[in-house]
């Protein structure tokens, strides 16, 4: 079974930084699209970045210049670092491998304080 488990979520002050990671087990990882979705309390989940297996990656304008995506095909986990974060940046982060079958996490906690 395919397991996506992310980590690295916490209590960050606004301006700050912090780096998610996503460990996937039971996939060829090198073979597949990744990625990084988030969900505010009360609201839809929204994409926020995504990485090719060739290394291009794409972001949602809000999160541009400041957040990061990088994979590590030996490792076999995918990042997320994050700059300047901000209070709507505040959700639960979610990593996707996409498929078939496209797969995600459960999510870890990213709050960020005023």
């Known amino acids: 079974q395919v397991q996506l488990v992310e980590s690295g979520g916490g209590l960050v002050q606004a301006g700050g930084s912090r780096r998610l990671s996503c460990v996937v087990s039971?996939?060829?990882?090198?073979?597949?699209?990744m990625g990084w979705d988030r969900q505010a309390p009360g609201e839809e989940r929204e994409f926020v970045a995504s990485?090719?297996?060739?290394?291009?990656?794409n972001y949602r304008d809000s999160v541009k210049g400041r957040f990061t995506i990088s994979r590590d095909n030996a490792k076999n986990t995918v990042y997320l670092q994050m700059n300047s974060l901000k209070p709507e940046d505040t959700a639960v982060y979610y990593c996707?491998?996409?498929?078939?079958?496209?797969?995600w996490g459960q999510g870890t906690q990213v709050t960020v304080s005023s």
């Open positions: 996707i491998l996409y498929g078939p079958p496209t797969s």
């Open positions: 039971g996939r060829r990882f090198s073979v597949n699209d």
């Open positions: 990485i090719t297996t060739d290394g291009t990656t």
